[in-house]
């Protein structure tokens, strides 16, 4: 994409998504709150919202407000659906996503577009967790997100925060390959990461929620899980499977010098099992690196960083 097209293509700044569902009590004070804060910014901006069949009177409030563009969803399809939708719809060249419960700091918006600057995403980190299920989801985040630092290869502080920047054309790229459920927010992050953009981490205070969380701790952190591996599968196989294949290939390797030396050179049936499983995940490890290669974009986006030259 040269300058003069993205002059043309995208008119505005900032396309802030809000996915909103129930969210009666406070839906105007978020929305004024955000309004102030980029109306005293020099940012252009729209904001989307996106209303994911409402029944507690959130649609009434919506419809009766100016200054905002209003998608709404009979029947209702999961944050991550919505936040994909609106997504679709901006015309920003900054995209952020946020949630509509007075949770995150959304008045220091400008804030994190600033900090966008020489990155493809911004993520505001939370220090601490205030959410609702607090035994149950602490730990089960902690492990989940220490699995996707391994498999991203990097440090990641604050994995599923809801809020955060990031360039909207990178992120269409990876739009289909996201979630209708929570841990869609998550999965952009790993998607960028996985591809060779830069994500960087701002902290941010988190305050605790209005209104009740839509969060169900069993359904959704098994969702978050399964979508932590099948996203690194999908771009980066060789990291979840190749440990696999090796633990499994020393192990039988162990097995087969312990049968050498203790059971007179008779290799026992197990000892071929292991190895011969090590060589099945090995192989597949393989071939679904090498699908990975052959079906990579030759017209990717380009990373911000590197972009900076190109455009001088
Ligand atoms: N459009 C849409 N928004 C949703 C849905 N579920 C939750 N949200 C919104 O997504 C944001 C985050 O939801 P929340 O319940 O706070 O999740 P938590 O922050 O993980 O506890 C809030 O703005 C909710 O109104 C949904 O099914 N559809
Ligand atoms: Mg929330």
């Known amino acids: 994409m040269t300058a003069s097209d993205r002059d043309t293509e995208s008119e505005?700044?900032?396309?802030?998504?809000?996915?909103?569902?129930?969210?009666?009590?406070?839906?105007?004070d978020e929305i004024d709150r955000i309004r102030k804060a980029m109306d005293e910014s020099d940012l252009s901006y729209e904001m989307i919202v996106v209303d994911d069949g409402s029944t507690d009177g959130s649609t009434e409030i919506l419809q009766g407000m100016t200054g905002i563009r209003l998608i709404?969803?009979?029947t209702n399809h999961g944050s991550g659906y919505a936040r994909r939708y609106g997504t679709r719809a901006a015309r920003g060249r900054v995209v952020v996503w946020t949630d509509v419960d007075m949770s995150y700091p959304n008045d220091e918006i400008p804030r994190l577009v600033r900090e966008l600057d020489g990155f493809d995403q911004v993520v505001g980190a939370r220090s601490s967790e205030q959410?609702?299920?607090?035994?149950?989801?602490?730990?089960?985040?902690?492990?989940?997100?220490?699995?996707?630092?391994?498999?991203?290869?990097?440090?990641?502080?604050?994995?599923?925060?809801?809020?955060?920047?990031?360039?909207?054309?990178?992120?269409?790229?990876?739009?289909?390959?996201?979630?209708?459920?929570?841990?869609?927010?998550?999965?952009?992050t790993l998607a960028f990461l996985s591809n060779g953009y830069s994500v960087k981490y701002v902290p941010i205070d988190y305050f605790p929620r209005a209104g009740d969380s839509k969060f169900h701790w069993l359904r959704d952190t098994r969702r978050y899980l399964l979508q932590v591996v099948r996203m690194t599968m999908l771009f980066n196989p060789l990291r979840v499977l190749m440990p696999v294949g090796l633990a499994l290939g020393a192990l039988g390797i162990a097995k087969t010098v312990y049968d050498v030396a203790t059971k007179d050179f008779r290799i026992a049936t197990n000892t071929l099992v292991i190895l011969l499983a090590a060589l099945g995940v090995t192989v597949v490890a393989l071939l679904a690196d090498l699908i990975v290669q052959i079906s990579k974009d030759r017209d990717q986006v380009t990373p911000a960083a590197h972009t900076m030259n190109r455009l001088a």
Do not use: M
């Open 131 to 188: 959410g609702t299920s607090k035994f149950l989801r602490v730990p089960a985040k902690w492990f989940i997100r220490k699995l996707a630092s391994i498999l991203a290869a990097t440090e990641i502080p604050d994995l599923n925060s809801g809020f955060r920047a990031f360039r909207r054309d990178v992120a269409l790229q990876y739009l289909h390959l996201l979630p209708d459920g929570f841990s869609c927010v998550s999965t952009i």
């Open 12 to 28: 505005i700044d900032v396309s802030i998504i809000l996915p909103v569902h129930n969210e009666r009590g406070h839906l105007s």
């Open 72 to 74: 709404r969803f009979h």
